[in-house]
């Protein structure tokens, strides 16, 4: 029977690693709004939960993280701790070579989600802990202090993370996240971002996320030069038949093919809806790239456009001060904007 455990109670501290630097905290609401919404999303797709024998069951650690003591805890488990020990582990010693800032309260995070490990073995008879490769550290704790406070044999089992090709780990608090949820990121933004990874890390991936014969993934790993985008075609459509399943994968290729090589506009290219009274006055090209999520900021909209990178109907702007009216509208209701040759939106009224 698989268990997925929410950090109800650790997502109070913060896992600091392979941070490079202190996690802001969140509050007591953030997290239950997290953990619904995490529980409402993202498992659904790939765990059936409920009572049968090999359904899946979803817990919170904050269930018995909240009411411990602290002098009873320190008394009852601090003895199995030693700082030589958590010390070593290459999440605190990177941090420490670094001379980041590691905070008590970050430093107790393994303490916390060794103890996890204890109480799901506990209460649930759970023998493996799955999980990515920067929480090996973490894991073992929980391992180690079974096997001390309950003569237990526990295991531990880690994946390689999904790293950046610079190295860095992807994750939800590290820039450029790939959400499974849509309505964090769209499937067709999904299809995208798979369709546009780093020809080096195409391989990987069509490793980790398709289920693809070996023998066509390698036919896929020896294509070279512009036919690579081929085999980055098929990762991306196989990823998000995965995450999505098979009719939003088909819809997001669609639209594809459909901007980037017919020269239309696909059904799922991402929209914003606007009054029509904002188009007879007019908004600045800058107000449009803020619209659809090109720009974060104004100075980073007015780059873009310095840049050569903006585009109203697939013609260049190349002045900020140039005002999206209804004569932009094109016959089907819609003006494209686009930054750069990869990211396109609709503004529809």
């Known amino acids: 029977k698989p268990i997925t455990l929410m950090g109800g109670g650790t997502s109070k501290i913060g896992d600091p690693s392979f941070k490079d630097e202190q996690r802001v905290l969140l509050t007591d609401e953030v997290i239950e709004d997290n953990i619904e919404h995490i529980k409402k999303t993202c498992f659904k797709q790939f765990l059936?939960?409920?009572?049968?024998?090999?359904?899946?069951?979803?817990?919170?650690?904050?269930?018995?993280?909240?009411?411990?003591?602290?002098?009873?805890?320190?008394?009852?488990?601090?003895?199995?701790?030693?700082?030589?020990?958590?010390?070593?582990?290459?999440?605190?010693?990177?941090?420490?070579?670094?001379?980041?800032?590691?905070?008590?309260?970050e430093f107790n995070?393994?303490?916390?989600?060794?103890?996890?490990?204890?109480?799901?073995?506990?209460?649930?008879?759970?023998?493996?802990?799955?999980?990515?490769?920067d929480q090996w550290g973490n894991i073992i704790n929980g391992v180690d202090l079974a096997h001390k406070s309950d003569k237990a044999q526990l295991f531990a089992l880690t994946a390689p993370l999904l790293t950046t090709p610079d190295g860095k780990k992807m994750g939800k608090t590290v820039n450029g996240a790939v959400w499974l949820n849509a309505d964090m990121l769209s499937p067709y933004d999904y299809y995208q971002y798979?369709?546009?990874?780093?020809?080096?890390?195409?391989?990987?991936?069509?490793?980790?996320?398709?289920?693809?014969p070996i023998s066509e993934i390698e036919k896929l790993e020896a294509l070279q030069?512009?036919?690579?985008?081929?085999?980055?075609?098929?990762?991306?459509?196989?990823?998000?038949?995965?995450?999505?399943?098979?009719?939003a994968a088909k819809d997001a290729q669609d639209t594809a093919q459909k901007t980037f090589e017919q020269g239309t506009v696909g059904d799922d290219l991402p929209s914003v809806i606007i009054n029509k009274a904002e188009l007879d006055t007019g908004f600045s090209m800058i107000d449009a790239l803020n619209k659809v999520g090109f720009?974060?900021?104004?100075?980073?909209?007015?780059?873009?456009?310095?840049?050569?990178?903006?585009?109203?109907?697939d013609n260049a702007i190349q002045d900020e001060a140039h005002m999206i009216t209804k004569a932009d509208l094109t016959d089907e209701g819609y003006i494209k904007i686009s930054a750069g040759k990869k990211r396109h939106a609709l503004i529809k009224t």
């Open 48 to 105: 059936t939960y409920g009572d049968g024998e090999t359904d899946a069951l979803m817990v919170n650690n904050n269930d018995w993280l909240d009411g411990l003591k602290y002098l009873s805890f320190l008394r009852d488990y601090g003895r199995y701790f030693t700082v030589n020990r958590m010390l070593s582990f290459d999440s605190v010693k990177q941090r420490l070579e670094r001379e980041s800032p590691l905070s008590l309260l």
């Open 109 to 133: 995070y393994m303490v916390m989600q060794g103890f996890d490990f204890l109480e799901l073995y506990r209460r649930y008879d759970t023998i493996l802990q799955m999980g990515g490769s």
């Open 194 to 212: 798979w369709r546009n990874v780093d020809d080096v890390m195409v391989s990987t991936l069509l490793r980790r996320f398709t289920v693809l």
């Open 225 to 247: 030069g512009a036919d690579i985008n081929e085999a980055k075609k098929i990762l991306a459509y196989e990823a998000t038949k995965i995450c999505h399943g098979e009719e």
């Open 295 to 313: 720009a974060k900021s104004n100075g980073e909209a007015r780059r873009l456009i310095k840049g050569g990178g903006a585009r109203v109907n």
